[in-house]
């Protein structure tokens, strides 16, 4: 009969076999506990059941009045786009704070353990500017905003039905 | 055995020059370690491991200084070529499989979400050994890329995704929507509209994933299939692009290893050592 695996791994190295174990029992664990670390993927994406919501909310910049538009770029430069500007937009709408953020205030972590883990609140102020440039296109000289769009599904494709914005930047002022 | 070794360096090759196109690709996108340069924006998740890759100031640096991020991806791309070159070359690999780790780590920050494709630095983990040890790491890597899509079905299974019939037209919209916001439509839109219009349809496209993931089991029985379950992996996420726009470079070097035939050539690597 052919060895398992384990058995070959064990009769190689006995520390080997014993790693893989302890692996096996923490990822066991992990996935239990519905935690997703990088050595221990909890793909359970679009498993649960399907959004019930009929309204789809996508962010954009504007740049002296101009959307900067991002779906023609190239895949990872348009993921990165679409979602940094998402992240940016609930750190705004969740009072300046990441979801880490909030989770190591609630829970009391000295400043010394959390500050390399959190973005600095001073030169966040500045990131729409990076992102502007990242898209290639000039430093805004009169207005950033960062606009909030609730769209409707139809038919024929998607239309917008609502905006807000949720920072607005008057360079001039 | 020398036939071995020469068959295994052949394989070892196919993989990283497969990992260093999709490292220029995302040099060419835009989002390497200097086009991530000043972005000083990032969010993480619980996880201890890019925090140890945040507090070891591994990423501070590339943010904050354009020659660290730059010599980051001239070096990423000079020791894939270094490894290409002698695979077994385990100094090389410890360096890559750092490099690589710490800017998965980097670039999901910046993305504000995990993505899936870790498999951009986990696919270095066999190279790291050598001879006996090397086989079984790759043995374990690919049980661990089996379990991973398998375990993708069944969660599907059992958080009731399967037979929610509105799951997959529900999910559509949202993926879609920047397209449509920017006016930027096409036939992959279409489709899209075409799905959402017809839920049947699109869940049976949502079954089909499942099934590919689910015949990952398989590979826990039998190595004699791995090329198709390989083959149907490239497949899922080929249709993952086009019909949730989920791209799956990142993640191809590591899907190759299915494609792997394991033999040890340990005295090739006593000899190359």
Same mark, same amino acid.
């Given at each position: 009969m052919k060895k398992t695996y384990l058995s070959r791994l064990f009769a190689h190295s006995r520390l080997a076999g014993m790693a893989v174990v302890v692996f096996m029992a923490a990822y066991a664990f992990v996935s239990f506990k519905s935690l997703n670390f990088i050595?221990?993927?909890?793909?359970?994406?679009?498993?649960?059941?399907?959004?019930?919501?009929?309204v789809f909310q996508t962010y954009s910049i504007l740049a002296d009045g101009r959307r900067v538009s991002y779906?023609?770029?190239p895949y990872w430069k348009k993921d990165l786009m679409e979602s940094s500007l998402k992240t940016y937009a609930e750190y705004l709408l969740n009072g300046k704070k990441t979801m880490l953020q909030d989770y190591f205030e609630r829970k009391g972590y000295p400043e010394f353990f959390t500050r390399a883990l959190c973005p600095d609140s001073l030169s966040v102020v500045n990131w729409p500017r990076w992102y502007i440039h990242m898209a290639g296109l000039?430093?805004?000289?009169d207005s950033i905003v960062i606009r909030q769009y609730s769209l409707s599904k139809s038919s024929r494709g998607l239309t917008v039905v609502d905006t807000k914005d949720i920072l607005k930047e008057n360079i001039n002022d | 055995m020398q036939q071995t070794a020469d068959k295994n360096s052949i394989q070892y090759r196919i993989v990283l020059g497969i990992l260093f196109l999709e490292f220029s690709w995302l040099l060419f996108s835009g989002v390497g370690w200097s086009g991530l340069h000043g972005d000083s924006f990032f969010s993480l998740g619980v996880d201890p491991l890019a925090w140890l890759v945040h507090w070891a100031g591994f990423t501070g640096a590339a943010m904050t200084h354009l020659w660290v991020a730059r010599l980051n991806d001239l070096l990423t791309l000079i020791l894939i070529i270094s490894l290409f070159q002698n695979p077994r070359n385990r100094v090389v690999a410890i360096i890559l499989f750092l490099l690589m780790m710490g800017y998965y780590v980097f670039l999901t920050s910046r993305l504000g979400h995990r993505n899936y494709q870790a498999g951009m630095f986990l696919v270095?983990?066999?190279? #790291?050994f050598a001879g006996r040890s090397r086989q079984l790491a790759f043995e374990g890597m690919r049980y661990f890329l089996l379990f991973f899509y398998a375990s993708a079905a069944f969660y599907k299974l059992v958080h009731g995704g399967l037979w929610d019939m509105t799951l997959f037209s529900g999910y559509l919209p949202s993926q879609w929507s920047p397209y449509f916001l920017e006016g930027n439509t096409g036939w992959r839109t279409s489709l899209a509209v075409f799905l959402w219009n017809h839920p049947v349809v699109a869940q049976m496209a949502y079954w089909g994933g499942f099934l590919t993931e689910a015949v990952c089991l398989v590979g826990f029985i039998t190595r004699r299939v791995d090329r198709l379950i390989g083959f149907a992996l490239l497949l899922f996420h080929l249709a993952d692009w086009v019909? #949730?726009?989920?791209?799956a470079v990142g993640q191809l070097a590591f899907i190759m290893v299915l494609f792997f035939n394991y033999a040890e050539d340990d005295a090739s690597d006593r000899a190359v050592s």
């Open positions: 050595f221990f993927p909890l793909n359970d994406m679009y498993s649960g059941r399907g959004p019930q919501e009929q779906s023609r770029f000039p430093a805004p000289s | 270095l983990f066999p190279f #790291m019909l #949730m726009d989920i791209g």
